[in-house]
């Protein structure tokens, strides 16, 4: 079994390969360098420019720095939370189903943490909800 792994590796790296042409391009090398570090950073600053006016609607439909600034982080853990969370959740089944068989501890360890992420996935999806509906609906 080892060695089919192995030849089959092997053969896998032998079609991947494939050739390299050398030139002498180096003045079109050095231009497309500089052009792909302008829009690089032209890339980098729309994006920046982006976040703040996002923030800045955030600020503006809150009243407040403060509450605008809070609902603009609870915007940004509820959608880092959803990825975070599947892999999370991926990992204890791992624990709870494949490591679990035969250890029971490992299989209670598993169930235990694929709940805590269960929990906090659904409090980092409901908590901009809740903000909103206090500071918006009760403040006025």
Request: aromatic residues 8%; contains cysteine.
């Amino acid at each position: 079994m080892k060695k089919i792994g192995i030849l089959l590796a092997i053969m896998l790296c032998i079609v991947s390969g494939s050739t390299v042409l050398a030139t002498n391009v180096k003045t079109t090398q050095n231009n497309n360098q500089v052009q792909t570090h302008s829009e690089t950073v032209n890339q980098l600053v729309e994006m920046k420019d982006n976040e703040k006016k996002t923030l800045e609607d955030y600020i503006a439909s809150y009243g407040s720095e403060t509450y605008g600034f809070t609902a603009y982080i609870l915007n940004k853990v509820q959608i880092c939370s959803i990825p975070l969370c599947f892999v999370g959740i991926a990992i204890s089944a791992i624990y709870q189903y494949v490591l679990g068989i035969r250890k029971l501890d490992t299989r209670d360890k598993g169930f235990a943490i694929m709940i805590s992420i269960i929990t906090i996935f659904i409090i980092a999806q409901v908590l901009p909800l809740i903000f909103a509906i206090v500071v918006k609906g009760w403040r006025g």
